[in-house]
Every structure is written in structure tokens, then in C-alpha cells.
């Protein structure tokens, strides 16, 4: 348990650092380095920590921008979609930016096992 939540902490650092020099599959290299670090006996547990760490990033850049133009500009992109209000596409874009960790992690995990 230890380590999932180092794994996530690290994983959702370094993936807001390379938010600054990569576009949106930075993530997805960061929790790929982030797996590289941690050893589990399954790559599961891996998949895991990048899921909730990009999902964690994501969400909570999502909400944070959100929150900037008081949920104006998602308002009238959920208007648009015809989704109802916009905090479907929070979650979705969470939900998206989390897979993208969670199989940069497990890709990790397998590279480390694959090499070992």
C-alpha cells in the first residue's frame, strides 16, 4: 500500500512538471518512469497508481480551470455535446487523461519485468 501511494505521489508530480515541456501524453511518460522506480509482483498494482494519479492531475486541473471562469466554459461545452451541464466533461476528461497514466504505468511495470 506504501508504495501505490508513493508511486501515485511521484507519478503526479513529475507528470505536472512535464506538463511544462510536453503536450497531453506527458502523463503518460511520467507514470511510465514513475513504474520504472517501483517493483510490484503484478502489473495491476502499477496500472492502479497511474490510473489515480493522472486521474487525480487531470481532475484536479480540470476543476481548477473550471472553477477560473465559474464553470462558464463547460457550461456551454456540455450545451454544445448535449450532455446537460459541463461536469460530465470533467470526469471525462479525468477518466481519459487516467488511462492515458494508468497504461503508461503498467507499459512501466511490463519494460521493467520484460528487462529483469
Same mark, same amino acid.
Given at each position: 500500500?506504501?508504495?501505490?501511494?508513493?508511486?501515485?505521489?511521484?507519478?503526479?508530480?513529475?507528470?505536472?512538471?512535464?506538463?511544462?515541456?510536453?503536450?497531453?501524453?506527458?502523463?503518460?511518460?511520467?507514470?511510465?518512469?514513475?513504474?520504472l522506480l517501483?517493483?510490484?509482483?503484478?502489473?495491476?498494482?502499477?496500472?492502479?497508481? =497511474? &490510473? @489515480?494519479?493522472? !486521474?487525480?492531475?487531470?481532475? $484536479?486541473?480540470? +476543476?481548477?480551470?473550471?472553477?477560473?471562469?465559474? *464553470?462558464? %466554459?463547460?457550461?456551454?461545452?456540455?450545451?454544445?455535446?448535449?450532455?446537460?451541464?459541463? =461536469? &460530465? @466533461?470533467?470526469? !471525462?476528461?479525468?477518466?481519459? $487523461?487516467?488511462? +492515458?497514466?494508468?497504461?503508461?504505468?503498467?507499459? *512501466?511495470? %511490463?519494460?521493467?519485468?520484460?528487462?529483469?
Open positions: 500500500m506504501k508504495n501505490i501511494l508513493l508511486q501515485i505521489i511521484a507519478t503526479a508530480v513529475s507528470g505536472y512538471l512535464a506538463h511544462f515541456v510536453l503536450p497531453f501524453w506527458g502523463i503518460a511518460v511520467a507514470a511510465f518512469l514513475g513504474a517501483f517493483k510490484y509482483n503484478n502489473s495491476g498494482s502499477s496500472f492502479l497508481a =497511474g &490510473f @489515480l494519479a493522472a !486521474f487525480l492531475l487531470w481532475g $484536479g486541473y480540470a +476543476l481548477y480551470l473550471d472553477y477560473g471562469n465559474a *464553470g462558464q %466554459l463547460s457550461g456551454e461545452l456540455g450545451e454544445l455535446f448535449k450532455v446537460g451541464n459541463g =461536469g &460530465f @466533461l470533467i470526469y !471525462f476528461s479525468a477518466f481519459l $487523461g487516467a488511462m +492515458l497514466g494508468g497504461f503508461g504505468a503498467m507499459t *512501466g511495470s %511490463l519494460a521493467k519485468k520484460l528487462v529483469s
